[in-house]
């Protein structure tokens, strides 16, 4: 019942979308309302953003799209390496993988049969060792070829996802930090780079808002990014961005009782960062600002 339940609500929010969520178009503003953050990709941005971030999970592989990490209690799938926790398995990490799926229903994915009748709506899997026994199984090869045909469907989602959460992080924030972190957001909005750096970190490390995302009392989501943000505005806001990200996931790697977030995830962290910069000029169609 719990992915019925998922479905219901999630399903609700979508049905209330219009063209204004969509990449590349704005919201039109309502009379006396507060300026909202916003994301506006051209399609073709958006095809390079989640080739970026299809790259920066699972170096472009297609059979990383269904795949346990070591370390992890949950398989992670799809271009963003969604989270999907078995049954009876409740993690720190916010669950992404049944939001992404009540998405790709909604939007008329043909969904696996065996993964639309799952009930409960839980990783299949109890430990990566029995995922490993059935990784060979129809099923998951099922699953593999459906997250490869819906890669552009993802995108979307992480673009929906980081999008609507921008608001949030503002109204999360110390009140005396909200203009600045609007400032700083309206400042990496503005270039499809700075997009990029937004949507992969939501997806990578989540918007900062949850409760269970702190180690020693500190966070490492977007929210926590903004707030590390320098204040010099002479240096443009992406590479700001970069440099606050790094002191950020060094932090969490550090603060971690897992010593393997130091010693093999810190460092793969760090080199993913690097890769915010903006889109080549033939894609952006024109010169871009310094990164």
């Not at 997250?147 to 469907?153: M, P, S, V, Y």
């Not at 979307?156 to 924030?173: G, K």
């Not at 009140?175 to 780079?193: D, M, N």
Request: net charge negative; glycine share 8%.
């Amino acid at each position: 019942m719990r992915f019925l339940a998922l479905l219901v609500f999630v399903l609700l929010a979508l049905t209330g979308c219009d063209d204004s969520a969509r990449p590349g178009v704005a919201a039109d503003s309502q009379p006396g309302a507060r300026p909202e953050p916003q994301l506006t990709l051209t399609s073709a941005e958006l095809d390079w953003v989640g080739e970026q971030v299809f790259n920066n999970e699972c170096s472009g592989r297609r059979h990383c799209l269904v795949h346990w990490n070591d370390g992890e209690a949950f398989p992670s799938l799809g271009i963003g390496h969604f989270i999907w926790y078995p049954q009876d398995v409740q993690g720190r990490f916010v669950e992404s993988f049944p939001s992404l799926m009540a998405f790709l229903i909604e939007r008329g994915a043909d969904v696996p049969a065996w993964l639309r009748t799952l009930r409960p709506f839980a990783a299949p899997w109890p430990d990566k060792a029995a995922f490993l026994l059935a990784e060979g199984s129809t099923e998951v090869e099922e699953l593999r070829r459906f997250l490869e045909q819906t890669r552009g469907l993802q995108a979307e989602f992480i673009y929906r996802r980081a999008a609507d959460s921008l608001r949030q992080i503002i109204d999360a924030a110390p009140q005396a930090e909200r203009a600045a972190l609007g400032s700083r957001l309206q400042a990496l909005s503005a270039t499809p780079g700075g997009v990029y750096a937004l949507m992969d970190y939501v997806n990578f490390k989540g918007e900062g808002l949850a409760a269970t995302e702190r180690y020693n009392g500190e966070g490492w989501g977007l929210l926590q990014v903004l707030l590390a943000m320098s204040a010099d505005d002479q240096l443009p806001a992406l590479a700001r961005f970069r440099a606050a990200a790094a002191e950020v996931l060094t932090r969490r790697a550090e603060n971690a009782a897992n010593p393997i977030e130091r010693e093999r995830w810190l460092p793969g962290w760090l080199k993913r960062l690097e890769t915010y910069r903006e889109p080549p000029r033939t894609l952006a169609g024109s010169s871009q600002p310094p990164a």
